[in-house]
């Protein structure tokens, strides 16, 4: 390693730490600083000093750190060790995590020291952040101690500046290893893709690269073997010849019987396996239904193997049908699932039961990217991407040296979210995959996996993709005679969603920079089109047309920039008890009802949108005759010019709906973010009757259709959700609704207790002072979930201070971290403490005794004001019905029946679930929930009864042991 560093010019270089009271460099302070010089690869001398800000510091922070106000009374500023501090740098190499946090520090207080005012600083600089998003593409997050585990190092101590510059240095090590295995093809593109930038892993890119050019190692077809398994999204072989006997030769009971009894092959094969007749049972029942060309609701409680029970019989079933459009589509409502499905249920019934089917795993659109598009990107990136975001496509270069599947969902150094408008420019769009100059690259990945998905027996998609092809005409899906619709609850509210329209300036914005951005360098289609009529002698044909296209896009751009920006003057948001704005959603019938006065700028935004639209459609077949003799040379910029004219028809129309307004069938309302300003401003409308929508459009005239969720039932029927996702317009001879059970014991595994309170709703000093009774005094994993940011905010304050005393992890939502490493997190240390709100409530998986006491501060009842939600009462209340009862109460007892299955999730699962929402005991309304508790309920008053209760239920002896 010494020879390599001393190749890459990283003999020695300097590693840096800050640990600050909050993000901004100009309010906030160091607290904290280590640096530790690294000489051929080994720490040799380390600086480190604690600093006082002058001011109080953050809960927060003192919770993350460990750091507090107390301990740095006395501490020097960081000011008056700035000069050390710089000093100790000199002109070696800055190594950081994130290194542009620490040098935006170092550069302002620079900025206010008199001596250092004028100075720069000229060194070298190395992001390991940039570095393993890039090389460690495949982990779930890249933040500092997720790479120091990666990397095998200890996070003891983390957040704390020299461990935190230790592990930096031994991570960057290990980075620069693993780079070292790409070819100088590699480090080439990334070259040219950083060539004029600051980036601060040029200079690592360019000496990797001399090396290899010194070496004369320039070129290699060889695929670097990296840590990461490679997914594909093709398992298995296509049925070739059906066994029309099967079912004639052996009954449903023996089938499933065969499969799922005690000594079938499922218990043969998997290990660990518990006889569960629950499975069996729903099993013959999905078999029964694909027989009897019937359809069938299925509530399926949490322990059951709902997956298996459900795809076993449809391979059966495929396998006794000859029928070559007889295949299976499986819809899952998040794409967790969906890859869970197809990465452990399907290859477990090929390789481990041996059945023969094929399947594919099949996303929309827009989660492939395009190997034509990213080439022309990296072709002309000068113009397509400035300097500062330069950084976010090397992942890109790393991950397609890789990938099987072309699905960015793969990379997670790529942040789609973060990096949209890249995005847009490089994934799969309509047009290109068909086209000639697609057709080098075998297809693309969108182009083989939808051929691939033609001829297979099972396609694996998600909710969103079965509803947004319903929703086109693209039929992204080929036919299909089963549909099974996994996690079904979620159905109506992912319809909603994807049959909404939604316009915005933001939206607009990026279209008409597609169209010419209008800047003195000119990008975008009218660029492209200009230069191409210029090669082939034709400008003059189309200049006129250009220049008028040129003017209406600068024309709309003020039009659109009035329109919302009267929109966001118009509305007044309200604030929050900070003082701070937040965000206002609200339901219109009229537009002009709610914004008066807005007639000559609806009109001027209409017109200026049909003109552009007009005259883009006008210029595509003008240039379509120019080319008459050679069309294929205008393959790609017609797909382009189609999908912008596409993008703006459909813009154009939802303008139109959401301005007219005025049709009792849809819901339309306006959303205004926090800031207030125009370019947070949203118009959007949706059907109110999505179930229509889904059965018209989804569950119609298919052979079999089954909806399955662990939460189907309300008050023992299924009638509330049969009606919401439009299964009961089936008929309803052919559909049936059973609920298989759970093979939990729950009576020996559970303990429901509600805290009753006397004066009404408890307050969060109260649900403060219980969280910390229960977590000092059990020592048990704790899940307290909220039905709004608010109230979890304020608890969180409350119990914070004391939780660090305790030396008692205290995770939650929107304090640090995203979900998935605070569950991570939660699972990881057995007697943590986690806050949840919303996404919290379902699709959360802990198993074992990190999670044994869940904590239901009110009953989720939904937001009143919420659109979709205020619509559908209206409706309700014009039918003669009580809206409270027959929709608040069924979406609250659905979302609670989720909200509690949190807690078991395994034979060997126990805990408590205590409710401070006395409501289920005090109002008529309370049985529903109590009906969907599976144990018996207990009240109690106050926490010292709750405590005796908790500790009976867990055992004194258990109890004393911790």
């Known amino acids: 390693m010494k020879e390599i560093l001393k190749q890459l010019h ?35 001398e380390i600086v480190s000093f604690l600093c006082d800000p002058g001011f109080e510091i953050p809960v927060e922070i003192e919770l993350l750190t460990g750091i507090t106000s107390t301990i740095l009374v006395g501490q020097a500023p960081f000011q008056k060790r700035l000069k050390d501090v710089l000093a100790f740098i000199g002109e070696s190499p800055i190594v950081g995590h994130n290194i542009g946090f620490d040098l935006a520090f170092l550069k302002d207080y620079m900025r206010r020291d008199k001596k250092n005012r004028k100075g720069k600083l000229k060194n070298f600089t190395y992001d390991t952040s940039l570095l393993a998003q890039a090389f460690y ?40 290893r693993e780079a070292m295995k790409y070819d100088f093809d590699t480090f080439q593109t990334i070259n040219r893709i950083l060539e004029g930038t600051d980036d601060p892993n040029k200079w690592l890119y360019l000496h990797l690269s001399e090396r290899l050019s010194t070496a004369g190692s320039i070129g290699s077809n060889r695929t670097p073997t990296i840590d990461w398994h490679v997914p594909d999204n093709i398992i298995g072989k296509k049925i070739e010849s059906a066994d029309s006997e099967i079912f004639q030769k052996t009954s449903t009971n023996a089938l499933t019987e065969q499969y799922f009894g005690n000594s079938g092959k499922v218990a043969a094969v998997l290990k660990n396996y518990e006889p569960r007749h629950q499975q069996k049972e729903m099993a013959k029942i999905v078999l029964d239904s694909l027989l009897s060309e019937q359809s069938a609701m299925i509530e399926a409680g949490t322990g059951v193997g709902k997956t298996l029970a459900y795809l076993v019989p449809s391979i059966l079933w495929l396998n006794g049908n000859g029928k070559d459009d007889n295949r299976v589509i499986v819809a899952s409502n998040t794409k967790n699932l969906q890859e869970q499905i197809f990465y452990k249920e399907i290859p477990f019934i090929s390789h481990k039961l041996k059945l023969p089917f094929k399947a594919v795993l099949l996303k929309g659109r827009n989660n492939y990217i395009c190997k034509t598009r990213w080439d022309r990107f990296l072709a002309d990136i000068g113009n397509n991407l400035g300097f500062a975001n330069r950084s976010s496509v090397i ?3 790393i991950w397609l040296k890789h990938t099987k599947t072309g699905d960015i969902g793969e990379n997670n150094g790529f942040h789609v979210t973060n990096s949209y408008a890249i995005w847009k420019e490089i994934c799969s769009e309509p047009g290109f995959c068909t086209t000639s100059v697609c057709q080098k690259f075998d297809g693309c990945y969108l182009g083989k996996i939808r051929h691939q998905s033609q001829n297979a027996d099972v396609i694996i998609v998600n909710h969103s993709l079965l509803l947004a092809d319903s929703a ?14 996994d996690e079904a609850h979620n159905l109506e509210k992912n319809a909603y969603t994807y049959f909404a329209e939604k316009i915005n300036l933001m939206m607009l914005t990026y279209l008409l920079n597609n169209v010419s951005t209008g800047t003195t360098v000119e990008r975008g289609i009218i660029k492209n089109v200009v230069d191409f009529c210029r090669q082939i002698k034709k400008l003059h044909e189309i200049e006129p047309i250009v220049e008028k296209i040129r003017d209406n ?47 000559m700028e609806t009109s001027t935004f209409s017109t200026e949108l049909n003109n552009l639209y007009e005259k883009l459609a006008g210029l595509n077949e003008k240039m379509k005759t120019l080319v008459a003799d050679f069309p294929e040379l205008y393959d790609e910029l017609n797909a382009k010019l189609m999908n912008t004219v596409g993008e703006l028809d459909y813009y154009r129309n939802t303008f139109k709906n959401v301005t007219n307004g005025n049709n009792e069938k849809m819901i339309f309302w306006y959303e205004i973010g926090p800031n207030g300003k125009e370019t947070m401003v949203e118009l959007a409308s949706t059907p109110l009757a999505v179930n229509i929508e889904i059965f018209e459009k989804i569950l119609k005239e298919r052979h079999t259709t089954i909806l399955t969720s662990a939460t189907l039932k309300i008050a023992d029927s299924f009638e509330y959700l049969g009606n919401r996702t439009g299964a009961m317009l089936l008929d309803r001879e052919a559909i049936q609704s059973v609920a298989v059970g759970s093979p939990f014991k729950y009576s020996d595994q559970m303990k429901f207790i509600t805290v009753s309170q006397q004066g009404g709703e408890i307050q969060p000093s109260a649900i403060a002072s219980i969280l910390i009774r229960l977590a000092k005094e059990t020592r048990r994993g704790i899940m307290a979930l909220f039905t709004s940011y608010s109230s979890l905010g304020e608890v969180y304050k409350l119990i914070a201070p004391t939780f660090k005393n305790m030396d008692i992890t205290l995770l939650a939502q929107g304090h640090g971290g995203s979900r998935s490493s605070l569950l991570d ?59 409270f009862n ?49 144990v018996a309920t207990e009240t109690v008053v106050g926490a010292d009864k709750l405590m005796q209760s908790v500790q009976q239920f867990f055992g004194k002896e258990k109890y004393d042991s911790f």
């Open 137 to 176: 593409f495949y982990l779930n997050h890249h933040r500092l101690t997720t790479v120091t585990e990666y990397c095998g190092f200890s996070t003891k101590d983390a957040h704390r500046a020299e461990t935190d510059a230790l592990n930096t240095g031994r991570i960057f090590l290990c980075l620069i």
């Open 825 to 883: 997190q939660f699972r990881g240390e057995r007697n943590s403490v986690l806050l949840g709100t919303d996404s919290f409530w379902e699709g959360v998986d802990v198993i074992g005794n990190s999670l044994e006491i869940l904590v239901i501060t009110k009953l989720p009842f939904p937001v009143p004001t919420e659109p979709i939600i205020e619509a559908n009462v209206e409706k309700f209340k014009e039918e003669g019905k009580n809206s």
């Open 472 to 485: 086109s005409d693209s039929h992204a899906l080929p036919d299909y005679s089963v549909l099974i619709v």
């Open 395 to 397: 992942p890109i270069v």
């Open 553 to 599: 896009v600068s024309d709309l751009r003020i039009t659109a920039e009035a329109f919302y920006r009267k929109i966001a003057n118009t509305t007044s948001l309200n604030k929050n008890s900070n003082g701070k704005n937040y965000s206002i959603k609200k339901r219109y019938k009229v537009f002009v009802d709610v914004f008066p006065n807005f007639e």
């Open 10 to 44: 990283l003999s020695e270089f300097v590693v840096i730490d800050f640990e600050t009271t909050g993000l901004n460099p100009v309010k906030d302070a160091v607290i904290e600083f280590s640096g530790i010089r690294f000489i051929d690869g080994e720490p040799q």
């Open 886 to 934: 027959e929709y608040y109460v069924p979406e609250a007892v659905l979302k609670f029946r989720q909200g509690v299955g949190r807690l078991i999730r395994s034979t060997s699962d126990i805990g408590v679930v205590i409710n401070f929402d006395d409501r289920i005991d005090r109002m008529s309304y309370g049985r529903f929930f109590k009906e969907c508790i599976p």
